[in-house]
């Protein structure tokens, strides 16, 4: 099955910065998901990403707060922008490949 | 719309002993897949086991085993011969109608005891 190398591990930025999350699938894929796990919760859906058009937001997000880039079909980064505490959470990208879904490592984010 | 729950926010289990965990599911879809997935402590989702609605035999994968009751709605995965290496975070999850997103459910934590 494919493989999703996701990158920052983890960071611990300043309120009112932004974080490029990058996430590379060894596979070209159609659609890409971004998802948020906030601490001690389950996996909730930010949006997905399609290579060559705009990202779709699940309700309650915005592409202002995370835009998303998909330029190619092996590669997207999600932005959170202007953080705050609130967006302390692990990030997650996924694909769906084969026999299921393929998940990065995740980034664990720290706001202080 | 779609929705996972799973019921039973954690459970324990002997090691060696086996354990069932439950998720029940709403979709409108006749035809779509299930999924169990386990996340770590190093917060990998990890697929344990798939099950294509419109198939009646129940999934097998190694110790790992589902109960699939497409009627009731019900999707619930046994674990035989449980193993510390299987203590983590076990979801639940559906693809939602006419889609490839995934919904979860909250999510269960599994304790393996030596």
């Known amino acids: 099955s494919a493989v999703i190398s996701q990158k920052p591990s983890r960071d611990i930025c300043q309120r009112g910065t932004s974080l490029t999350i990058q996430c590379q699938v060894d596979s070209q894929v159609t659609m890409m998901f971004w998802y948020r796990q906030q601490p001690g919760q389950s996996l909730t859906l930010i949006a997905t990403a399609n290579q060559g058009s705009e990202a779709t937001y699940e309700s309650g997000f915005v592409i202002d707060k995370f835009p998303i880039s998909r330029p190619n079909l092996t590669f997207s980064t999600l932005t959170v922008s202007n953080m705050s505490p609130e967006d302390s959470s692990i990030y997650l990208c996924?694909?769906?490949?084969?026999?299921?879904?393929?998940f990065g490592s995740g980034t664990r984010l720290t706001v202080v | 719309a779609q929705t996972v729950t799973q019921s039973q926010p954690e459970m324990s289990v002997q090691e060696a002993e086996t354990v069932t965990l439950s998720c029940t599911y709403d979709?409108?879809?006749?035809?779509?897949?299930l999924f169990w997935y386990k996340q770590p402590p190093s917060r990998q989702m990890i697929l344990v086991i798939r099950?294509?609605?419109?198939?009646?035999q129940n999934a097998t994968e190694n110790r790992f085993s589902v109960n699939f009751q497409k009627a009731a709605k019900s999707f619930s995965l046994k674990i035989s011969d449980s193993q510390l290496g299987d203590a983590a975070m076990y979801f639940c999850a559906l693809p939602k109608g006419g889609s490839e997103k995934l919904v979860f459910g909250k999510g269960m934590k599994l304790t393996v005891n030596p």
């Open positions: 996924s694909a769906m490949t084969g026999y299921g879904y393929t």
């Open positions: 979709t409108s879809e006749s035809d779509y897949y």
């Open positions: 099950q294509e609605a419109y198939k009646q």
